[in-house]
């Protein structure tokens, strides 16, 4: 039994290290790397801005007039808000902003992605389509650093046709539940789309904050993506069509993270099973496409996606059962238990102190982006880790639960001006 609990924890260590240390030489590449320079393109590009917004009264004004804020002409970046099922007055708010709106409803086809195909057809229908060189994408609680559009034109102009960008936050200093996500998109930003821009793969789409070609939009018949993170969906289908995701680091944006444990249960609950959905629906291409057109990319999207910590939870409940059940029998089995409990023991903390390290390093580096007192930055340093772990009750509820895509409340209304002073 001793030499089973050792083989087992022996291998999870093995597996964890072979798959994954690519992301801490990440590290090393985003810190010593030289960073990609663009520069600016003369024939600036014409743009739409898509806004899916349901009941977003609180906060759509704000992104609006950050957006009409920015320097980069003006008369080449139109506006359009789409209303989807909303029930309050959104929709008018918007329009009474500067933005064109599309009001959609439909009870069966619930979700973003829906409402960008929507978006999309009504250009189409209006004979406007043709007009835009890219399409930007958009949540309504965000905010538009006054260079964002100007920067993501620069990487555009380069050659890239799908483009994300640097994602801060609103609301870093509310409280831990805050922070642990804020945080982790810091993280994201800086030490894994960095390094894969450094390096030349392809980087990944988060949610919000990204800009597509025409020409992808045209190919793909639309936005053709209706998963529950179809965000990732969207990326994954991208590599595997060898199309390379570029990243403006300097294109900051700001969005608001949920800061009650309810409102980020449900959003990261989809988020599990939306990635559990991606996996059934794309991992077996993802993982052809790594030997088939020897992608490094294609790799790095099937360990995003890959359900890891599941297999971290199967290591950790098989050393707990183990040692509950020596502690109940023969004296001699005690030496398993606690064989199996500092197994335990030693995987928690190990996890606990990789990802203090990955929250630390990015706290460090990202000091003067981070808008908090000091002492709050350094005191969420220490409970990131414990927002990471609350992801293993979410992921076993995703596994067994019909989930739905459901809005997360967004109210705080600021301007840009708070965070460009």
Same mark, same amino acid.
């Given at each position: 039994?001793?030499?089973?609990?050792?083989?087992?924890?022996?291998?999870?260590?093995?597996?964890?290290?072979?798959?994954?240390?690519?992301?801490?030489?990440?590290?090393?590449?985003?810190?010593?790397?030289?960073?990609?320079?663009?520069?600016? &393109?003369?024939?600036?590009?014409?743009?739409?801005?898509?806004?899916?917004?349901?009941?977003?009264?609180?906060?759509?004004?704000?992104?609006?007039?950050?957006?009409?804020? @920015?320097?980069?002409?003006?008369?080449?970046?139109?506006?359009?808000?789409?209303?989807?099922?909303?029930?309050? &007055?959104?929709?008018?708010?918007?329009?009474?902003?500067?933005?064109?709106?599309?009001?959609?409803?439909?009870?069966?086809?619930?979700?973003?992605?829906?409402?960008?195909?929507?978006?999309?057809?009504?250009?189409?229908?209006?004979?406007?389509?043709?007009?835009?060189?890219?399409?930007?994408?958009?949540?309504?609680?965000?905010?538009?650093?006054?260079?964002?559009?100007?920067?993501?034109?620069?990487?555009?102009?380069?050659?890239?046709?799908?483009?994300?960008?640097?994602?801060?936050?609103?609301?870093?200093?509310?409280?831990?539940?805050?922070?642990?996500?804020?945080?982790?998109?810091?993280?994201?930003?800086?030490?894994?789309?960095?390094?894969?821009?450094?390096?030349?793969?392809?980087?990944?789409?988060?949610?919000?904050?990204?800009?597509?070609?025409?020409?992808?939009?045209?190919?793909?018949?639309?936005?053709?993506?209706?998963?529950?993170?179809?965000?990732?969906?969207?990326?994954?289908?991208?590599?595997?069509?060898?199309?390379?995701?570029?990243?403006?680091?300097?294109?900051?944006?700001?969005?608001?993270?949920?800061?009650?444990?309810?409102?980020?249960?449900? @959003?990261?609950?989809?988020?599990?099973?939306?990635?559990? @959905?991606?996996?059934?629906?794309?991992?077996?291409?993802?993982?052809?496409?790594?030997?088939?057109?020897?992608?490094?990319?294609?790799?790095?999207?099937?360990?995003?996606?890959?359900?890891?910590?599941?297999?971290?939870?199967?290591?950790?409940?098989?050393?707990?059962?183990?040692?509950?059940?020596?502690?109940?029998?023969?004296?001699?089995?005690?030496?398993?238990?606690?064989?199996?409990?500092?197994?335990?023991?030693?995987?928690?903390?190990?996890?606990?102190?990789?990802?203090?390290?990955?929250?630390?390093?990015?706290?460090?580096?990202?000091?003067?982006?981070?808008?908090?007192?000091?002492?709050?930055?350094?005191?969420?340093?220490?409970?990131?880790?414990?927002?990471?772990?609350?992801?293993?009750?979410?992921?076993?509820?995703?596994?067994?639960?019909?989930?739905?895509?459901?809005?997360?409340?967004?109210?705080?209304?600021?301007?840009?001006?708070?965070?460009?002073?």
């Amino acid at each position: 039994m001793r030499s089973f609990l050792d083989s087992v924890n022996l291998l999870l260590f093995i597996f964890f290290t072979v798959l994954y240390s690519y992301q801490l030489v990440y590290v090393f590449v985003s810190l010593f790397g030289k960073k990609k320079q663009f520069k600016s &393109d003369k024939a600036n590009k014409k743009y739409a801005v898509f806004i899916a917004a349901r009941n977003e009264r609180t906060v759509i004004a704000q992104l609006i007039e950050s957006i009409k804020k @920015q320097k980069y002409p003006t008369e080449l970046c139109d506006i359009y808000v789409i209303a989807d099922n909303c029930t309050d &007055d959104t929709a008018d708010i918007a329009k009474s902003a500067g933005a064109a709106v599309f009001c959609r409803e439909s009870k069966t086809h619930i979700g973003k992605g829906y409402a960008l195909n929507f978006g999309f057809k009504k250009l189409v229908e209006i004979g406007k389509f043709s007009e835009y060189d890219g399409f930007f994408v958009f949540d309504a609680d965000n905010l538009l650093d006054e260079n964002y559009i100007s920067e993501m034109n620069k990487v555009f102009s380069s050659g890239y046709k799908i483009v994300t960008s640097y994602r801060n936050s609103k609301n870093y200093d509310t409280n831990w539940i805050s922070a642990g996500s804020s945080l982790w998109f810091l993280r994201e930003a800086k030490y894994i789309n960095s390094s894969r821009m450094i390096l030349g793969t392809s980087c990944a789409i988060s949610g919000t904050g990204f800009l597509v070609s025409r020409e992808i939009i045209e190919k793909n018949r639309g936005w053709q993506y209706y998963l529950l993170t179809e965000d990732i969906e969207f990326s994954i289908d991208s590599v595997i069509k060898n199309e390379k995701i570029g990243y403006a680091a300097d294109a900051m944006l700001y969005d608001e993270q949920p800061y009650t444990f309810r409102d980020s249960w449900n @959003q990261r609950i989809r988020w599990a099973k939306g990635f559990f @959905q991606v996996f059934s629906a794309y991992g077996g291409r993802l993982f052809r496409s790594i030997f088939k057109n020897r992608s490094f990319a294609s790799y790095d999207m099937l360990m995003t996606i890959m359900p890891a910590m599941m297999l971290t939870l199967i290591g950790a409940i098989i050393n707990a059962v183990v040692a509950v059940y020596a502690v109940f029998n023969l004296p001699e089995m005690r030496l398993i238990a606690l064989t199996a409990g500092v197994a335990l023991f030693m995987t928690l903390f190990n996890f606990y102190a990789i990802l203090y390290f990955f929250g630390l390093i990015t706290t460090i580096t990202e000091w003067h982006k981070i808008n908090a007192s000091a002492g709050k930055k350094i005191i969420y340093t220490f409970t990131f880790p414990i927002f990471i772990f609350t992801y293993i009750p979410i992921s076993i509820a995703a596994l067994f639960k019909k989930i739905e895509w459901k809005p997360i409340r967004h109210s705080i209304a600021k301007n840009i001006e708070e965070f460009q002073k």
